[in-house]
Nanobody
Framework: QVQLVESGGGLVQAGGSLRLSCAAS????????MGWYRQAPGKQRELVAQ???????NYADSVKGRFAISRDNAANTVLLQMDSLKPEDTAVYYC??????????WGQGTQVTVSS
């Protein structure tokens, strides 16, 4: 089993910044991908940003140029720096990790609320 613990959500005004962090622990051999997804009320969960163990990143079009994902492979942590936040970024953000031999894991979610 792999456990993911998130932190860093909260309430911020439009134009502000937040940083989310996620730490993975447990039965880890290799985490191939780490990323962040979000789910707004009444909507499906969507990919926000993802980073491979080699550093290749992938972003949703809606956050390109505003969000930046990074990871520390040795520490099994991933960060999401969110700048120029908009009210439409309001959602529960979930950390995701794909462990090569154990499968796909999710964090408990952290609320991000952006007020206009």
């Amino acid at each position: 089993q792999v456990q993911l613990v998130e932190s860093g959500g909260g309430l911020v005004q439009a134009g502000g910044s937040l940083r989310l962090s996620c730490a993975a622990s447990g039965d880890i051999i290799v985490i191939t991908y780490m990323g962040w997804y979000r789910q707004a009320p009444g909507k499906q969960r969507e990919l926000v940003a993802q980073i491979s163990s080699g550093g290749t990143t992938n972003y949703a079009d809606s956050v390109k140029g505003r969000f930046a994902i990074s990871r520390d492979n040795a520490a099994n942590t991933v960060l999401l720096q969110m700048d120029s936040l908009k009210p439409e970024d309001t959602a529960v953000y979930y950390c995701n990790a794909v462990e090569r031999y154990r499968g796909n894991y999710w964090g408990q979610g952290t609320q991000v609320t952006v007020s206009s």
